[in-house]
């Protein structure tokens, strides 16, 4: 398994909420409560948003929330702004032993 | 405040050498593994390898393992890539990244990233 599967993009208006999903399988995502996910401006460093599923680290918005159901992650961001206009990925420990983490392939998020 | 900086990237012909070098600052590096993350240009992120506090625990993506070496020494804060056979579908950014002690596998702390170019 090379990547995750996200879509390839979500759009929503400000102030609505989106969600993005992370599809993986039993020997990543539905395993372990490993899930990760990051926000990248274009040009710069992503940053961690949520650890071990649903985790916000501190100085994360309220805004962003996640969970996981099976093989399926999510990320939704309520009340959208136009700074959440970015790329979002999702990442994964794996037992899979030609890698230790699996990212997902990322979701360009436009604000309307 | 937490800092990592990259430095070392360049252009190189396949076949040929790199070393990236990754130095911390602002937390205790001793308690900390260190990943290696690359993105493509126009592409999604990729695991590249991983050591842990003490160098005890090295991991690699396939993708690189045989190519790559990772190492790290403690009493300069420093994390190094030695980056061996490249080829140019190894050409990104190469970022460093801070494992997050919650064991999570979670990267909370991120340099700016290096570039490396592997072209004839």
């Known amino acids: 398994q090379s990547a995750l599967t996200q879509p390839a993009s979500v759009s929503g208006s400000p102030g609505q909420s989106i969600t993005i999903s992370c599809t993986g399988a039993s020997s990543d995502i539905g395993g372990y409560n490993y899930v990760s996910w990051y926000r990248q401006y274009p040009g710069k460093a992503p940053k961690l948003l949520i650890y071990g599923v649903t985790n916000r680290p501190s100085g994360v918005s309220y805004r962003f929330s996640a969970s996981k159901s099976g093989n399926t992650a999510s990320l939704t961001i309520s009340g959208l702004q136009a700074e959440d206009e970015a790329d979002y990925y999702c990442s994964s420990y794996t037992s899979n032993k030609s890698l230790r983490l699996l990212f997902g392939g990322g979701t360009k998020l436009t604000v309307l | 405040e937490a800092q990592l900086g990259e430095s070392g990237g360049g252009l190189v012909k396949p076949g040929g050498s790199l070393r990236l070098s990754c130095t911390a600052s602002?937390?205790?590096?001793?308690?900390?593994?260190i990943n290696w993350v690359r993105q493509a240009p126009g592409k999604g992120l990729e695991w590249v390898s991983s050591?842990?506090?003490?160098?005890?625990?090295?991991f690699y993506a396939d993708s690189v393992r045989g190519r790559f070496t990772l190492s790290r020494d403690n009493a300069k804060s420093s994390v190094y890539l030695q980056m061996n056979s490249l080829r140019p579908e190894d050409t990104g950014v190469y970022f460093c990244a801070r494992e997050a002690t919650t064991g999570e596998d979670a990267f909370d702390v991120w340099g700016q990233g290096t570039m490396v170019t592997v072209s004839s």
């Open positions: 050591i842990s506090s003490s160098s005890t625990y090295l």
């Open positions: 602002g937390f205790t590096f001793t308690s900390y593994t």
